[in-house]
């Protein structure tokens, strides 16, 4: 309970970081809204429905990600500017960072209910279903960021933050899906520990 009490904490202070001065309000709301969301509902189910302080903590990164790009906009956040300058590359790609998370958190989390729940017994279906769902994640997300385009014009540039990339929809959903696959090979053993013991405690 204290580390999850902290864990709140660390979210609170980082949101409100974020939400001091941020590049311009419409992209920090619509960069943030995810994360507030996830919040909302984890508190929502907290009482009936815990997750592993593995998950927790994965969702607080993923957050702090989103809180992150939504101060400074994807496409302008300082540290990888200077990686972009000092590795001559030819934008700044923190909202591959974002991607990759997009993938890495929502396996575990996925893999946790499925488990739980006992949905999939299977290994590999598993797998194949956590990959699948962030799949969808990613795809959705997708379809969002288009319709915001759609509807708000210019004013969604930072929030789209392709920098003239063409293929940075594709590449988005590919960094999801790898994120995705790498959490499962790092992270399946000790999430395996972390759930059994949740459930002895």
């Not at 984890?42 to 009482?47: G, K, N, R, S, W």
């Not at 934008?91 to 993938?103: E, I, L, P, T």
């Not at 990339?165 to 790898?178: C, E, H, N, R």
Request: hydrophobic share 50%; aromatic share 14%; proline share 2%.
């Amino acid at each position: 309970m204290k580390y999850h009490i902290a864990l709140l904490f660390i979210f609170c202070a980082a949101l409100t970081w974020s939400g001091v001065a941020p590049h311009d309000y419409f992209t920090w709301f619509l960069e943030v809204l995810p994360a507030l969301i996830g919040a909302a509902i984890l508190l929502m189910i907290y009482p009936r429905y815990k997750l592993t302080n593995l998950t927790y903590t994965l969702i607080l990164i993923h957050a702090i990600i989103l809180m992150v790009g939504g101060h400074y906009t994807y496409a302008e956040v300082p540290l990888f500017d200077w990686i972009k300058e000092a590795f001559h590359q030819s934008r700044n790609n923190y909202d591959k960072v974002g991607h990759f998370a997009q993938g890495f958190i929502p396996a575990i989390i996925a893999r946790e209910v499925l488990i739980r729940d006992r949905i999939v017994n299977s290994k590999a279906w598993l797998n194949i279903f956590a990959v699948s769902i962030c799949m969808a994640i990613s795809a959705s997300y997708e379809f969002l960021e288009w319709g915001v385009a759609e509807l708000t014009g210019e004013s969604s540039g930072a929030f789209l933050g392709t920098q003239g990339y063409a293929w940075d929809t594709q590449s988005d959903m590919l960094y999801a899906t790898v994120g995705a696959i790498t959490a499962l090979i790092l992270l399946s053993k000790f999430h395996n520990q972390s759930i059994e013991k949740s459930q002895t405690v």
